[in-house]
Nanobody, 123 residues
Framework: QVQLVESGGGLVQAGGSLRVSCAASGGTFNRYSMGWFRQAPGKEREFVAV????????YYADSVKGRFTISRDDAKNTVYLQMNSLKPEDTALYYC????????????????WGQGTQVTVSS
């Protein structure tokens, strides 16, 4: 059983930057692909970014490509999402998730989820 705890969310002005983190425990972290998803009020959850178990591959949603960077530190069992040039439409609850058998942008293929960290971007 893997536990995921997100942190680092907050309030930032448009154009600013924020880094959110996700600390994992209870499993072999480097066997999991790690993804970030987000959900804004009244909207469905959407994929943001994924990093492979090795860290060698990453994939981003078009809406964040070139602005967000996903990375992982296996020594710390932590995955990061660096968010630059933030826009008000990036406001959402950001979740990290772990997938044992997939490198995917489909939430249904993830096995474990965190509780989320709120990111609010003011205009």
């Amino acid at each position: 059983q893997v536990q995921l705890v997100e942190s680092g969310g907050g309030l930032v002005q448009a154009g600013g930057s924020l880094r959110v983190s996700c600390a994992a425990s209870g499993g072999t972290f480097n066997r999991y692909s790690m993804g970030w998803f987000r959900q804004a009020p009244g909207k469905e959850r959407e994929f943001v970014a994924v990093i492979s178990w090795s860290g060698g591959s990453t994939y981003y949603a078009d809406s964040v490509k070139g602005r967000f960077t996903i990375s992982r530190d296996d020594a710390k069992n932590t995955v990061y999402l660096q968010m630059n040039s933030l826009k008000p439409e990036d406001t959402a609850l950001y979740y990290c998730a772990a997938a044992r058998n997939y490198y995917s942008h489909y939430g249904s293929q993830y096995d474990y989820w965190g509780q989320g960290t709120q990111v609010t971007v003011s205009s």
